[in-house]
Each structure stands twice: as structure tokens, then as C-alpha cells.
């Protein structure tokens, strides 16, 4: 039953190819599979549809937090990337809707990957991020439409 249940879920949320590169990802380079997960966490923020996410009962910001709290606790032995990557797709979701929330990540961490540097000046500042996103994201909730300034 419970393979049952996890087929259905992965079908539903269609995470079968981000399942796959999450698994390369983790041959590559540890420090490319905490990008990876954190990326992924961000489309799991919504719904395929927001309208349809706005008029159910059911407050699903909240309960996606609740994921996040569980994710967040799952790469915290990474260290502060981890979960500042964590906090920088929950600020994406927030300012470039659930579909483009892995944008942010992708785009900090490959240079700095690529360099050699470090993804953040201090554990302070990666749960900065971290605890700015946790805060925005179930107050604001997730953009339906990407940020803009017009």
C-alpha cells in the first residue's frame, strides 16, 4: 500500500525527472545535491493551478510550511547551505510563483559552485534568509504571476 501511495504521489506532483536528477546530482557532488533538493523544494510550494489553490477550504500555505519544517530538518546536517538554499526557494516562491522558485537557487549557488566560494558569509546569514523566507512565504503565500515592480 504504501508503494501505492508514493507512485500516485510522484505521478500527481510529476517529480519522476526530478526524482532522476536528484539521484545523478547525489553521484556528482554532495555540495550539488543539497542545490538540487533545495531546488526542488520550491515547486512543491503550489499548486498546478492557483486559482483553484485560493478557493479550497483547506489553508495548504500552511501545511506546505510544514513540509518545508520537515526538509529543512532533513539537510540541516548539511550545514548553513543547505538551509539557506532552503530559505532562498521559499523567497522564490514568493516573489517568481512556485514554478520558478528554483531559479534563485540554480543562479547563486552555479557561480559560486563554480568558483570555488563559499555560498554564505556566515551560518548567521544563510538562517537570515531562511527564517525571512519561512516568514513571507505563509503570510504573502506564493505569487500567482512573477514579481513586478509596475
Do not use: C, N
Not at 38 to 52: E, F, K, N, S
Not at 74 to 93: K, N, T
Not at 103 to 122: F, K
Amino acid at each position: 500500500m504504501t508503494a501505492r501511495l508514493l507512485m500516485l504521489h510522484v505521478r500527481a506532483r510529476q517529480a519522476a525527472l526530478p526524482l532522476v536528477v536528484l539521484a545523478v546530482a547525489a553521484f556528482v557532488d554532495w555540495r550539488m545535491l543539497t542545490v538540487v533538493a533545495a531546488a526542488l523544494i520550491g515547486p512543491a510550494l503550489g499548486g498546478a493551478d492557483p486559482v483553484l489553490e485560493r478557493s479550497t477550504a483547506v489553508p495548504w500555505r500552511w501545511w506546505r510550511l510544514t513540509h518545508v519544517l520537515v526538509a529543512t530538518l532533513l539537510i540541516m546536517p548539511v550545514g548553513a547551505d543547505g538551509i539557506g538554499l532552503v530559505g532562498m526557494a521559499l523567497l522564490g516562491a514568493v516573489l517568481l510563483g512556485p514554478k520558478l522558485a528554483w531559479l534563485p537557487v540554480i543562479v547563486y549557488t552555479v557561480p559560486a559552485l563554480a568558483l570555488g566560494l563559499p555560498l554564505w558569509p556566515s551560518a548567521a546569514a544563510a538562517w537570515a534568509v531562511w527564517l525571512t523566507g519561512a516568514v513571507l512565504y505563509p503570510v504573502v503565500g506564493e505569487s500567482s504571476r512573477p514579481f513586478s515592480i509596475t
